[in-house]
């Protein structure tokens, strides 16, 4: 049996790693999404394939120092390059 999974939600068709990116891939009848997680100095998971902000997004500096909780959550904050 093959099984088609979605790379990081199918990357080349929506926004890798998006929840938009999954749901399409479900939609299209993948088996799997594959996607990868990172864990920051604040105890957040994100969801972002680099170790770094750059390529996918318009922050900067590494995914680890991301701060999850005070008035301004940088996780929640970051936009799609």
């Known amino acids: ?3 088609i999974t979605g790379h990081r939600g199918a990357r080349n068709l929506w926004p890798e790693n998006s929840l938009m ?4 891939a479900a939609e299209l009848g993948c088996d799997a999404i594959e996607f990868d997680v990172h ?4 105890g957040e998971l994100v ?4 170790p770094t902000l750059e390529r996918t997004t318009e922050g900067a500096g590494e ?3 991301l701060l999850g909780s005070g008035p301004i959550n940088q996780v929640e ?5």
């Open 21 to 24: 990116g999954f749901r399409k």
């Open 1 to 3: 049996m093959t099984a």
């Open 39 to 42: 864990l920051t100095v604040a």
């Open 63 to 65: 995914v680890a120092n």
């Open 77 to 81: 904050a970051l936009r799609p390059a």
């Open 47 to 50: 969801v972002i394939h680099d």
